[in-house]
């Protein structure tokens, strides 16, 4: 909402979500879990009331605008990581070489990719949780950052270069988020 020379969003809490914000830095705090996140950004005022966070800016330019809906957006994705959680679904695909796919670690590990005899692996970034099941896989998580990346760090270890990428060939691809862009 927009008051004269004034920019401001507010986010509803839902009921066993708590929300501090101290010195720059926002906590939530939900049945999920807690994530932390570094709001620190001159000419902008965020302000935790009872049941909402009220995101503001006096006399914005353009780039306050935008990161006062940036920030907002974070917050919302904090909110719901707490509460719901993140899901993203992968499918292994191969048409001739049996991929054999493993968790080891904190990464995963790619066997057999186009009849290569190197392995390949993605990174599992901390907070997520990769399950394995026959030729599907589910990444998990409280931080929707940390799930996309570590989904992005699968499907990136079975590209290959100087093929059309719209023709899908052998590889990890994401096939489902379990998350929409909400109003």
């Known amino acids: ?16 979500v708590s929300v501090t ?4 830095i926002m ?7 807690e994530l932390s996140r570094n709001f620190a950004y001159p000419n902008i005022e965020i302000v935790v009331g009872e049941g909402e966070v009220s ?3 006096e006399y914005p330019r353009v780039k306050d605008k ?22 993203y679904d992968l499918k292994i695909v191969f048409s001739h070489f049996p991929m054999k796919v493993a968790v080891k670690g904190d990464r995963v590990e790619i066997n057999n990719y186009m009849g290569g005899h190197a392995p390949r692996y ?3 970034v901390k907070g997520c949780t990769v399950k394995i099941s026959g030729q599907d896989v589910t990444v998990e998580g409280i931080d929707i950052e940390a799930c996309g990346q570590t989904a992005a760090n699968m499907e990136k270890a079975t590209q290959r270069g100087g093929f059309d ?11 489902g988020k379990s ?4 109003q």
């Open 21 to 24: 914000y101290d010195a720059g």
């Open 1 to 16: 909402m927009t008051i004269a020379g004034k920019i401001e969003s507010t986010i509803a809490i839902p009921g066993g």
């Open 179 to 182: 998350h929409k862009v909400r």
């Open 27 to 33: 906590k939530v705090k939900g049945p999920k879990g």
């Open 122 to 124: 993605a990174n599992i």
């Open 66 to 87: 935008a990161m006062v809906g940036t920030f907002v957006a974070h917050i919302r994705n904090m909110v719901r990581g707490v509460t719901e959680g993140f899901k």
């Open 165 to 175: 990428k719209r023709v899908f060939e052998d590889g990890i691809y994401i096939v």
């Open 55 to 57: 995101v503001s800016c």
